[in-house]
């Protein structure tokens, strides 16, 4: 059996996908589009089980590339099941899939997922009742607790695929009657077998809908016909808010007589008054975010410090090596090069872990949704909408974090978007950097000042790519307001938030490792030298060869290697610094500077003595305009589904920070 799963944002619908296939899944994209297709399989009752994840989205329309592709599936005949998830604690605005999903004649099943909740929450649900209205299975379901998977295994192994087709009887009744004589003029100009999967009514309801998708299925099937039908639904206004109605007045039928109980917190109705405010709400929204980041790299610690411990093998390892006769290049790849970019990839993912465990929380009680929809105003003004606030403020801890938050977005080209704008802001690490140049030539004050300056400079940044980008990335469907639901609030679920984020650690290892060891060996090999002496190394002639272009841009050649260091981690540009001022190794003294950021000892010093004022000012600027390290664009590949936009947006960073340090340079240069 193949079986596809269908549910709305927050049903809980990766969850389930991820209790059944465990390991056995993988993910790649639809054909011809950059959306996410997850596959797996599970084993029921002695049977291997294949599963889809489906597209979540909130209905069937053809608004968006997912919406088409939930479709397309459900009706190409792929898949033999279609089990929809419905959230038990919010089961009317849930349905709404189901009521939209009514009229598509393939087999499906329904799982009222978060019944612990409902229950919790008082009500009574009576699934018995239910499938007797519907004509198809209904499942009491708890998808984090795999106690009650059992039922779901049974039912898959009872359920009868020729049987088990919605039944829509009491639905085309309130079509019938909503819509009169227009009905039934529509119906008997339709094909009386439907076309395709699609059932005459369910066609009727997407045509009111105006469903683009829809019509030129009708046009194709209908010929001459489809202009009397255009004809006789051109007089029906607000045709979609109709269709809704009776949807939702199907979906009170069916759960008349089995929904009962259910009563609202007082203590929570209040707190969601509060939370939601537009000015009380606001601030306790960035206290709450502000927390979350400092506990995001308080559990990150760990990680790091296991990282920070892996470069005290180098040094053995590299002597048992040059004593059994390998070679010193190699030795130098081996232990400064692979060594350093494990350990580096290993802390970053340690962050990963941190902000992937906190956020999940927040979203897993039911906060999350709330600060999007208080930062929903100010994002509209770049583009965007509430959502995209999240990937904006992880990135204040790290821009890795920032690119995988992007997946919250509706459409592609919001997440490209948000994506190429959030590289803007700062990480915590961009701050070390730019926190000792700053102080180091103009003092704590003046200190104050450059980090005011690079902040009004971001938002200008953030203007001009929004402009760029947006005309490029979004249409007009993509510039409206924030849509969504404001889930219920619940407890969390330990078990499964730990599982995520170790997943999604593992995930982005797996993404960056490769990367980053390509860019350490580079750096390698560029440094190395026989002697140990970084005077004879080809990092330092290239340098010295190119300082008159570079001198243009206001970076000497020792500030420019740490330019391109930073593209390996901010942390890197103090280590290559160091390098370049103590002739050691750049991949070592890269090390040094990430494992202990706060040693900076020598660094000051050589700086002082080479770099102008104007020439320190340019490399401030070229630094933390630079596109951020290369796990953050790693992250973007993985979660754009391109390798295109994510190095066309980063040679824009790339290109934009050297001409941000020119101008600063040529500028300050007339003064100071």
Same mark, same amino acid.
């Given at each position: ?57 909130y209905s069937l329309a053809a608004n968006s590339d997912e919406e088409i592709i939930t479709r397309d599936y ?189 009563q609202q917190d007082d203590a929570l109705c209040k707190f969601d008054i509060f939370a939601t405010s537009k ?6 929204? #960035?206290?709450? !975010?502000? @927390? /979350?980041? =400092? ?9 790091? &410090?296991?990282? +920070? ?106 997440? #490209?978007?948000? !994506?190429? @704008? /959030?590289? =803007? ?9 730019? &926190?000792?140049? +700053? ?111 570079? @001198? ?112 600063v340079y040529h500028v300050t240069g007339l003064f100071l």
């Open positions: 059996m193949k079986i596809a799963l269908l549910g709305q944002p927050n049903s809980g619908k990766s969850t389930l996908y991820n209790g059944l296939t465990g390991a056995h899944q993988h993910v790649g994209n639809w054909p011809g589009k950059t959306v996410e297709k997850k596959e797996g399989s599970f084993t029921a009752n002695g049977k291997t089980v294949e599963i889809v994840d489906l597209p979540g989205t459900i009706v190409s005949g792929e898949a033999d099941l279609v089990v929809i998830l419905a959230d038990a604690s919010q089961l009317e605005r849930s349905m709404f899939m189901l009521a939209d999903y009514a009229g598509i004649r393939v087999p499906c099943m329904l799982l009222l997922n978060m019944m612990d909740v409902a229950e919790s929450q008082g009500k009574k649900i009576d699934a018995a009742s239910m499938e007797k209205k519907l004509n198809i299975p209904v499942i009491p379901f708890i998808a984090s607790n795999k106690k009650t998977y059992d039922a779901f295994y049974k039912a898959l192994e009872r359920i009868d695929l020729k049987k088990s087709i919605l039944n829509t009887d009491a639905l085309k009744s309130l079509y019938a009657t909503e819509f009169g004589e227009t009905y039934t003029k529509v119906m008997s100009l339709l094909p009386e077998e439907g076309i395709s999967s699609y059932s005459p009514e369910w066609i009727f309801a997407k045509l009111l809908e105006q469903d683009g998708v829809a019509e030129v299925m009708v046009r194709s099937a209908t010929g001459d016909r489809f202009h009397e039908i255009k004809a006789a639904i051109s007089h029906v206004k607000q045709g979609a808010s109709h269709t809704g109605n009776c949807k939702f007045s199907w979906i009170d039928s069916v759960m008349d007589g089995a929904v009962s109980g259910g000015v009380k709400g606001r601030i306790f929204a #960035v206290i709450v !975010i502000l @927390l /979350s980041l =400092v506990f995001s790299i308080l559990l990150g610690f760990p990680f790091m &410090g296991i990282g +920070s411990s892996i470069p005290a093998l180098a040094a053995p390892l590299a002597n048992t090596l040059l004593e059994a006769g390998v070679a010193p290049l190699l030795v130098s790849i081996l232990c400064e090069g692979i060594i350093t970019a494990f350990a580096f990839t290993f802390m970053m993912c340690g962050y990963v872990f941190g902000a992937t465990f906190v956020f999940g929380l927040l979203e897993e009680i039911g906060y999350l949704s709330r600060i999007s929809y208080l930062f929903d105003g100010t994002m509209r003004k770049m583009g965007l909408h509430g959502k995209a606030i999240m990937p904006f403020l992880i990135s204040f801890g790290c821009n890795i974090g920032g690119g995988a938050a992007s997946r919250v977005l509706d459409t592609w080209g919001q997440r #490209v978007l948000t !994506i190429a @704008l /959030s590289w =803007v802001v700062p990480c915590g690490s961009t701050w070390a950097v730019v &926190g000792l140049v +700053s102080t180091l030539f103009f003092g704590p004050m003046g200190a104050v000042v450059i980090i005011l300056l690079l902040f009004a400079t971001s938002v200008l940044h953030l203007y001009i790519t929004s402009r760029i980008y947006g005309k490029k990335l979004l249409t007009d469907a993509d510039r409206t307001g924030l849509i969504m639901e404001l889930p219920p609030y619940h407890k969390p679920r330990w078990g499964e938030l730990l599982k995520n984020a170790f997943r999604k650690m593992g995930q982005a290892f797996k993404r960056a490792i490769a990367l980053i060891t390509v860019i350490s060996v580079i750096l390698c090999l560029l440094s190395y030298t026989s002697d140990g002496n970084l005077d004879g190394s080809i990092l330092y002639r290239f340098g010295n060869a190119i300082e008159p272009v570079t @001198l243009f841009f206001g970076l000497r050649w020792q500030t420019f290697i740490a330019w391109l260091a930073s593209w390996m981690g901010k942390e890197g540009s103090l280590g290559a610094l160091a390098s370049v001022f103590s002739n050691r190794s750049v991949m070592s003294a890269v090390a040094v500077m990430t494992y202990n950021p706060v040693d900076s000892s020598g660094v000051g010093a050589g700086l002082a003595e080479v770099l102008s004022k104007p020439e320190a000012l340019a490399f401030i600027f070229a630094f933390y305009f630079n596109m951020p390290c290369s796990m953050a664009l790693s992250a973007a590949m993985h979660e754009t589904h391109s390798v295109k936009w994510p190095l066309r947006i980063a040679a824009y960073y790339i290109v934009l920070s050297l001409l941000l340090a020119c101008v």
